[in-house]
T-cell receptor
Framework: TQLLEQSPQFLSIQEGENLTVYCNSS?????LQWYRQEPGEGPVLLVT?????EVKKLKRLTFQFGDARKDSSLHITAAQPGDTGLYLC??????????FGKGTKLTVNP | DAGVTQSPTHLIKTRGQQVTLRCSPK?????VSWYQQALGQGPQFIFQ???????QRGNFPDRFSGHQFPNYSSELNVNALLLGDSALYLC???????????FGPGTRLTVT
C-alpha cells in the first residue's frame, strides 16, 4: 500500500505570510489530489495534478508535482484566515487503493 | 442541486452494538466511497461501491460491511463496535470513470 507523508503536521502563521506544505510518497503517484477540510466538514477537492513537473495555480495557491511523481507541494501566498483548515493529499486511485496523507493543520491568525 | 448528504449527524453507541450509517450521493453520481477519519488523522479508505457491488476495499475487518441501493444511495454497517471505532465517517460520491470525489459532512460516531 502506498504511504503518503505530509509535512509539517501543524503550521500556525500570521495573516499575510507565505507558506509551503509538502506531500511525499513511498512510490510513484499515477496522479495526486489536494483537498482542504474545514472543521465539521468533509474534504473539498482543490486540484488534481497528473504530469511530472506540472504546476497549477488556483488564485493564491500554487501546486507543484515533482518530476519523478513521488512528491508534491502546495504554496500559499499572503495567507488569509479563510485558508485555515486541514490540507490533505491523496493518490487518485485507479488500480491503487485510495490513500490519504495525515494532513497539515494550518492556522492563519488575523 | 443537493450535494452528498449523510445521516445521522451524530451517533452514540455502546461497545458491542451494531450501527448503520447512510449516504445519498450527489445527483448524477453512481459511485460511493466510505472513509473513517480518526481525530487528528487523514481519512482512511474503507470501501467503494459501484453498481451495487463492492468495487475496492481498504484494510478494514469484516465487521465493516456496506450496501449500495439501485438509487445509488449507500449504507455502512459496523458490527460488534469497539471503542476504537469512534471516528468521523465520511461518504464521498463520484462518477465511476473519474476520481473527483465530493464528500458529505460526515457522521460522528462515538462508542462508549
Amino acid at each position: 500500500t502506498q504511504l503518503l507523508e505530509q509535512s509539517p503536521q501543524f503550521l500556525s502563521i500570521q495573516e499575510g505570510e507565505n507558506l509551503t506544505v509538502y506531500c511525499n510518497s513511498s512510490s510513484v503517484f499515477s496522479s495526486l489530489q489536494w483537498y482542504r477540510q474545514e472543521p465539521g466538514e468533509g474534504p473539498v477537492l482543490l486540484v488534481t495534478v497528473v504530469t511530472g513537473g506540472e504546476v497549477k495555480k488556483l488564485k493564491r495557491l500554487t501546486f507543484q508535482f515533482g518530476d519523478a511523481r513521488k512528491d508534491s507541494s502546495l504554496h500559499i501566498t499572503a495567507a488569509q484566515p479563510g485558508d485555515t483548515g486541514l490540507y490533505l493529499c491523496r493518490n487518485q486511485g485507479g488500480s491503487e487503493k485510495l490513500v490519504f496523507g495525515k494532513g497539515t493543520k494550518l492556522t492563519v491568525n488575523p | 442541486d443537493a450535494g452528498v448528504t449523510q445521516s445521522p449527524t451524530h451517533l452514540i453507541k455502546t461497545r458491542g452494538q451494531q450501527v448503520t450509517l447512510r449516504c445519498s450521493p450527489k445527483s448524477g453520481h453512481d459511485t460511493v466511497s466510505w472513509y473513517q477519519q480518526a481525530l487528528g488523522q487523514g481519512p482512511q479508505f474503507i470501501f467503494q461501491y459501484y453498481e451495487e457491488e463492492e468495487r475496492q476495499r481498504g484494510n478494514f475487518p469484516d465487521r465493516f460491511s456496506g450496501h449500495q441501493f439501485p438509487n445509488y444511495s449507500s449504507e455502512l454497517n459496523v458490527n460488534a463496535l469497539l471503542l476504537g471505532d469512534s471516528a468521523l465517517y465520511l461518504c464521498a460520491s463520484s462518477l465511476v470513470e473519474t476520481y473527483e470525489q465530493y464528500f458529505g459532512p460526515g457522521t460522528r460516531l462515538t462508542v462508549t
